[in-house]
């Protein structure tokens, strides 16, 4: 990371995808920290996530309002097997980031009006030790199409942002910094995007972060209980019907 002793100034890394450095006050941010100190605790705390290839993600997460697991949003978190395997209910999503994130569209955008139709439920909260990264992905499971806020605390990283068809070329990339936003909607709102590094101790521990980088993306996910809830009983009727399928075809019988 190269210091400067420059203003860095506002930059769209494409059509609709805007990183507006320093743009949360320091309190702000020793505010926001300490919050996620609070979100990350049990029940439902911050855990490294199971991928279903086996693997596990490098960074550890705690979600708001919705439970992100891979690849679909729940309103539970459960505990892995070793841990007891508990159902945990997710967190309420804080109306204090409601405020926070319709200020960054808003200033993202300069549209008053979309700041407030934006109606945000639910964030993730990443942490990132010096080694963490985050592959090149979509943020997808969101039925709305409304802006995603991204807030980074603590360590620097190197933020890459592509196009909506590919992993690969034409990208972007930003060094975000403690108190920077980035804003991904519009053209860009599924758009591939990840974390290929973080630059260690970078952070300024009068946030009240020794180290890591913490980053909340809030979203607006457009689910209601209703909708997920269906989709969940469907989804159970599914594995029910195939484990009876193979149950018929362990005993003999025919289907
Ligand atoms: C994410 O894409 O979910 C996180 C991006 C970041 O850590 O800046
Ligand atoms: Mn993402």
């Not at 400067?4 to 020793?30: F, K």
């Not at 007891?84 to 009006?113: H, I, N, Q, S, T």
């Not at 943020?139 to 620097?156: F, H, I, T």
Request: proline share 8%; aromatic share 8%.
């Amino acid at each position: 990371m190269t210091a400067s002793l420059l203003p860095r100034e506002r930059r769209e890394l494409a059509p609709g995808a805007v990183h507006l450095p320093d743009w949360l006050t320091l309190d702000e941010q020793r505010e926001l920290v300490a919050s996620c100190r609070a979100w990350a605790r049990p029940p439902a705390p911050m855990r490294a996530t199971r991928l279903p290839n086996g693997g596990v993600m490098s960074v550890r997460t705690v979600c708001l309002g919705w439970h992100w697991e891979p690849y679909r949003y729940t309103r539970w978190a459960t505990a892995p097997a070793e841990e007891g395997g508990a159902r945990e209910r997710v967190k309420p999503f804080p109306p204090e980031l409601v405020a926070l994130a319709r200020r960054a569209v808003a200033d993202a955008y300069g549209d008053a009006g979309a700041a407030a139709a934006y109606e945000p439920d639910c964030a993730l909260v990443n942490h990132y030790d010096a080694t963490a990264k985050m592959g090149l992905h979509l943020d997808k499971e969101e039925v709305s199409p409304a802006p995603v806020v991204s807030l980074s605390l603590g360590d620097a990283c190197r933020f890459r942002f592509g196009n909506t068809e590919t992993r690969g070329k034409p990208y972007v990339d930003a060094e975000l910094r403690s108190g920077d936003v980035v804003v991904f909607g519009g053209p860009s709102r599924f758009a591939y995007h990840g974390v290929p590094r973080i630059f260690p101790g970078t952070g300024d521990p009068a946030i009240g972060l020794s180290e890591g980088r913490l980053n909340l993306t809030i979203r607006e996910t457009g689910l209601t209980d209703e909708v997920v809830d269906a989709e969940e009983a469907a989804r159970a009727a599914r594995v029910a019907g195939r484990s009876g399928r193979s149950a018929r075809r362990t005993t003999g019988e025919q289907a």
